[in-house]
């Protein structure tokens, strides 16, 4: 008999985050009970699950915590049949200047979950969340998961160490963790750190001119959706326990493109404008990310549902409904 979240304890941490408000809300819809670990802080907000329905609100169970507590995680942990750890420090520019606090977050906030999961007698599977910046600018394309790691920024060699914490867990305790590897996801909720929202969000604001930093950079988009369900069909695949597994689209846009998709998509058309504060120093730039998807669809029957038009236009109608988000003045790192 196949697996199923209906009816399981699930855990989901960095759920008030751009994609952990998305997992949440496809979990729930599987029927799980949904137990959702956000970020403490003193105006008891709850990040982008405020922006779920209160159907769905009402439905899951909130823990306020830090990841870096070890035992606030074992008690999140504790009576959970599947974890998914999505908690951490993603903006890469902020790494620039502020590493220490991603080793503390990334790296041992990761150590936190897997210990806590090994305590566990309750746990299934552990789905460990990475991300394509671990392997700098491509060497070979499309992407597999044998491609070397590059640790292009603190951001990157941080999730690295991550990863290789979960490795070590699964090769030296047999603990049954899978990490999901997803490349550039987009869509609603997701904040001006990022180049799609940065540009949707001048644009409908109306700029004269769009600021950017690098044009050429190719990246492969996915969809929240999407990439909520690629996690989902992992989370429910013994055979993927120990692997590494790639989620992404197999297409790749550079930042030139999308820039002029988004301007058809919102009917505002104007010239690019090079920022130089927006530049990457030369060595941390990564130019190509295009995932070789192959293994995830052998693993499971996930693919990519929402073609990056489509899912641009919903993005665009999700911030054209949210701007007092977007400060377009301000560059966001």
């Known amino acids: 008999m196949s697996e199923s979240l209906k009816d399981q304890q699930v855990l989901v941490t960095g759920a008030d985050g751009f994609i952990g408000s ?17 970020y403490y802080n003193s105006w008891n907000q709850i990040g982008w699950l405020s922006d779920l329905s209160n159907e769905v609100l009402q439905s899951i169970e909130i823990i306020q915590g830090d990841i870096r507590d070890t ?27 502020a590493a220490r606090s ?31 910046e671990v392997y700098g600018s491509a060497q070979r394309v499309p992407i597999d998961e044998d491609h070397p790691l590059v640790g292009q920024s603190p ?58 930093g690098a044009l050429t950079p190719t990246r492969d988009f996915n969809f929240a959706t999407d990439t909520a ?15 590494v597994v790639n989620i992404g689209s197999g297409r790749e846009w550079s930042i030139e493109e999308t820039a002029k998709i988004l301007m058809e998509v919102t009917g505002c058309e104007v010239p690019i404008l090079c920022d130089e504060d927006r ?7 990564v130019n190509r990310l295009l995932a070789d998807n192959t293994k995830i ?18 993005t665009a109608d999700w911030i054209g409904r949210n701007l007092q988000y977007f400060n377009v003045e301000r560059y966001t790192i």
């Not at 008690?75 to 902020?94: K, R």
């Not at 941080?158 to 490795?167: R, V």
């Not at 669809?297 to 919903?314: H, I, N, P, R």
Request: hydrophobic fraction near 40%; proline fraction near 3%.
């Open 297 to 314: 669809q052998k693993l499971t029957d996930w693919k990519s549902q929402v073609s990056f038009q489509a899912g641009l236009g919903a």
């Open 229 to 243: 369900a690629g996690m989902i069909a992992l989370a429910l695949c013994k055979q993927a326990e120990g692997e």
């Open 22 to 38: 998305h997992l949440v809300e496809q979990l729930v819809a599987s029927g799980a009970r949904v137990r959702a670990l956000v």
């Open 102 to 132: 991603y080793v503390d977050t990334n790296i041992t906030g990761a150590l936190n979950v897997l210990q806590a999961c090994r305590s566990s007698d309750s746990l299934t599977r552990l789905v460990h969340v990475s991300t394509s």
């Open 155 to 212: 951001y990157s060699a941080s999730k690295i160490g991550a990863d290789k914490m979960a490795e070590s867990y699964y090769l030296s305790f047999e603990l049954p963790v899978v990490t999901a590897r997803p490349f550039n996801t987009y869509g609603p909720r997701q904040t001006a750190r990022a180049v799609i929202p940065t540009i949707a969000s001048q644009l409908l604001s109306g700029c004269s001119e769009l600021k950017l």
């Open 279 to 285: 530049i990457r120093p030369e060595k941390s730039e």
């Open 71 to 97: 035992e606030r995680v074992k008690g999140a942990v504790t009576g959970c049949g599947y974890v998914f750890h999505l908690s951490s420090l993603i903006a890469i520019p902020y790494s620039y200047v």
